[in-house]
């Protein structure tokens, strides 16, 4: 591994974007991995990182140790698994996003990429699209050199018992349903949570300063920015 590369620390390893951003680093010399959980994950095979497992309350304390140059953070819930309570969810998605956030500044986190959702607005009627737009509004606050703002649409990809029935639904419909969103509502198009990943990863190394949010489109654009491993 080079001497140069990338510390990055992955936060919400055990959810499905968390654990693209596992597979996607693995045989990048580029990159220096290691992940922060709430529990233990199957690790992809091949993978090189160090994953440490532990309470929130001690995430800093690892932020500490590890001091990493960058963090994507993927933690987050679901309505169903809140129990479809409001402090609960916010408990996770807003509460723990923004400790996590805090605790990375104070340890010296120069880059933060957060995944948000689309359509995320501070003044939007619906309590999630409220919570993530609050969520975003705070982080801006906390001035990191470079922040960078996910806000993907549907996310395509394989999670572990974990499907909402409505979610399958729309997996199923996203290639039809892409294919009639056009214009501004290209942003609510289904995307793949591999390109995602690639994309905060790809964004956790960019160097320039300042708050970037990006869309469906721009998470490709900066998906593709991506170096490609060279195999034989």
């Known amino acids: 591994m080079s001497d140069d590369a990338l510390r990055l620390c992955v936060i919400g390893a055990t959810g499905l974007i968390g654990g693209k951003v596992m597979e996607e680093c693995i045989g990048r010399e580029d ?4 992940a922060i959980a709430r529990r233990e ?5 091949g993978i090189r990182i160090e994953l440490f497992v532990a309470e929130p309350a001690k995430w800093g304390e690892v932020l500490e140790a590890l001091r990493p140059k960058a963090v994507i953070c993927a933690l987050g819930t679901t309505w169903k698994k809140a129990g479809e309570d409001e402090e609960a969810f916010r408990a996770v998605d807003q509460h723990l996003v ?3 956030a805090r605790a990375a500044k104070e340890q010296g986190v120069d880059r933060f990429v957060a995944v948000s959702s689309v359509g995320s607005d501070t003044a939007s009627k619906n309590f999630y699209l409220r919570v993530k737009g609050e969520t975003e509004r705070e982080l801006t606050k906390l001035r990191f050199n470079r922040l960078d703002i996910l806000r993907p649409g549907l996310l395509r990809g394989k999670r572990e018992n974990d499907r909402r029935m409505g979610e399958r639904i729309g997996i199923a419909a996203a ?3 892409n294919l009639l969103l056009h214009g501004k509502y ?3 198009r289904a995307i793949e949570a591999k390109t995602v990943a690639q994309a905060a990863i790809a964004l956790a190394k960019s160097a320039a300063r300042g708050r970037f949010v990006h869309d469906n489109d721009g998470i490709v654009r900066a998906a593709k920015r991506l170096p490609q491993l060279i195999t034989d």
Do not use: I
Not at 31 to 34: A, G
Not at 41 to 45: D, N, S
């Open 98 to 100: 923004l400790e996590t």
């Open 175 to 177: 290639p039809v349903a």
């Open 31 to 34: 990159v220096r991995l290691s």
């Open 186 to 188: 290209r942003q609510y």
């Open 41 to 45: 994950t199957k690790l992809p095979r």
